[in-house]
């Protein structure tokens, strides 16, 4: 069989409908990546054309199972804990201690932190070890860290907290002993963990779900953007601006930028990092 070539007719044809299914927007310059994607899954079905892969994912018998196949091929899913630690260092050591200091004075003991495209949670956890361990947050403070994901297979994965192998490449050996359990498929989070941290599936573009009570201190949402051209971005990082509280702060991935699309944060230099923090 011919390898299939991507005409542009097709690239917006599946565009389409994976903007309206999952709200990704893919720029043009995306064509290629989305080509690669898709072959290998149309040699399997047998198809020829993108053209007849995007009349199977309207009209097969399977749609629904395919529909979430293609969200599991165009999105990156691999992750692992302590990802990107020179942010985290930043997290540890300057944002929690001056988050902490903030809440005191208002007397607010809340901590809200969301994590946008958790995948199979990871971050999450990594989110919540590290705020354990800070020691800044103990008795009385309420700490929620909430994991997005618009994957529910991912979702399942990250409530179930079971991982394995490359997931702790990055974890040191005393947090591994301190915060999970031993089971027959790998390693599993312990209650601990699990008390401070919680899962919905949505979708970035649509964050109408959440009300005053999610606002947030803390929003991850890293190595996310890629997907995305510019306009979504756009929306998506202001409708972050809306979610998050008054000097609020927003991680993204080291290679992701968001000052070409908006002025409603100012970037934040760290050794090794850039955060962005809401204006005013």
């Known amino acids: 069989m011919h390898k299939p070539v991507m005409h542009p007719e097709e690239f917006r044809l599946i565009n389409e409908f994976v903007a309206e299914e999952f709200g990704f927007i893919l720029d043009e310059s995306r064509a290629g990546f989305l080509a690669a994607k898709l072959i290998p899954r149309m040699t399997e079905l047998r198809l020829e054309s993108f053209a007849d892969y995007y009349t199977y994912l309207k009209f097969s018998p399977h749609f629904c199972e395919e529909h979430k196949r293609l969200l599991s091929l165009i999105t990156n899913n ?51 070890m590290i705020l354990l361990e800070s020691c800044h947050f103990l ?15 991912m979702i399942a994965r990250a409530r179930n907290g079971v991982y394995s192998g490359r997931a702790f490449q990055a974890t040191p050996e005393q947090y591994i002993d301190r915060y999970f359990s031993k ?42 953007f890629i997907y995305f051209s510019d306009d979504t971005t756009r929306k998506i990082v202001d409708n972050f601006a809306c979610l998050l509280r008054q000097d609020g702060h927003l991680f993204l991935g ?27």
Request: charged content about 35%; glycine content about 4%.
């Open 78 to 128: 691999e992750t692992y804990f302590f990802r990107e630690e020179a942010q985290l260092r930043v997290l540890t050591s300057h944002l929690l201690p001056e988050l902490k200091e903030r809440k005191l004075i208002s007397r607010d003991k809340n901590i809200r932190i969301l994590s946008a495209g958790c995948s199979s949670g990871e971050e999450v956890y990594t989110l919540a």
């Open 254 to 280: 080291h290679s992701e930028s968001i000052s070409r699309v908006t002025s409603r944060y100012l970037q934040i230099r760290y050794p090794g990092a850039i955060i962005y923090r809401k204006r005013d």
């Open 183 to 224: 089971c027959d498929d790998g390693f599993q989070v312990k209650n601990i963990l699990r008390r401070i941290t919680s899962f919905r599936v949505g979708n970035l573009l649509r964050l109408d779900s959440f009300d005053r009570e999610d606002e947030a201190d803390i929003i991850f949402c890293r190595n996310v």
């Open 139 to 153: 008795w009385d403070w309420d700490i929620r860290i909430t994991g997005l994901d618009i994957d529910t297979e």
